[in-house]
T-cell receptor
């Protein structure tokens, strides 16, 4: 089944404790992206990647890191999480092309205490 | 600046028709998407319009007018399961991958 697998689904952590949210897709998509979604602010892009070893900042990259060592994986790293990073996170992937739709992972609800 | 406007909330009755509007002001345009998002779940693709006119797909249709910076999503024969948020997103022409997202319209379908 074609899908984007994102883990964990829920995560509660404390300020400053490094964490990684994993994302993997099995559709051979070149493009992958991370979003956060907050009430009243909608979906905001954190980072994106057009291909292996090619990553770029989105609209809200501060406090986040990503890597794209393999085509299928695009982990999101929070080196020192803070409470303002409490949010619902989505990974998404697609083929390259203006009309190509995004496939989203099931989301990670992160709470930073 | 880049801006997408959608109504925040709408209510409709099961079996009825509802139209969700989206207006946009962007520096470039390379297509408009509609996604559906149920509470606590991921967005899922509904439609893509890049040329003016109506695209019909089952109970859902999407319309685009590029000259007016306007789109709508039309949902017919509403069902309870259509209660969800509907997100409008515009593909920027300047950066082919940049999507500008609206805040979404929360639709409640009542019996």
């Amino acid at each position: 089944e074609a899908q984007v697998t994102q883990n964990p689904r829920y995560l509660i952590t404390v300020t400053g404790k490094k964490l990684t949210v994993t994302c993997s897709q099995n559709m051979n998509h070149e493009y992958m992206s991370w979003y956060r979604q907050d009430p009243g602010l909608g979906l905001r892009q954190i980072y994106y990647s057009m291909n292996v070893e090619v990553t770029d900042k989105g609209d809200v990259p501060e406090g986040y890191k990503v890597s794209r060592k393999e085509k299928r994986n695009f982990p999101l790293i929070l080196e020192s999480p803070s409470p303002n990073q409490t949010s619902l996170y989505f990974c998404a992937s697609s083929l390259i092309g203006a009309g190509e739709k995004l496939f989203f992972g099931s989301g990670t609800q992160l709470s930073v205490l | 600046g880049q801006n997408i406007d959608q109504p925040t909330e709408m209510t409709a009755t099961e079996g009825a028709i509802v139209q969700i509007n989206c207006t946009y002001q962007t520096s470039g345009f390379n297509g408009l998407f509609w996604y559906q998002q149920h509470a606590g779940e991921a967005p899922t693709f509904l439609s893509y319009n890049v040329l003016d006119g109506l695209e019909e797909k089952g109970r859902f249709s999407s319309f685009l007018s590029r000259s007016k910076g306007y789109s709508y999503l039309l949902l017919k024969e509403l069902q309870m399961k259509d209660s969800a948020s509907y997100l409008c997103a515009v593909r920027d022409a300047g950066n082919n991958r940049k999507l500008i997202w609206g805040l979404g319209t929360s639709l409640a379908v009542n019996p």
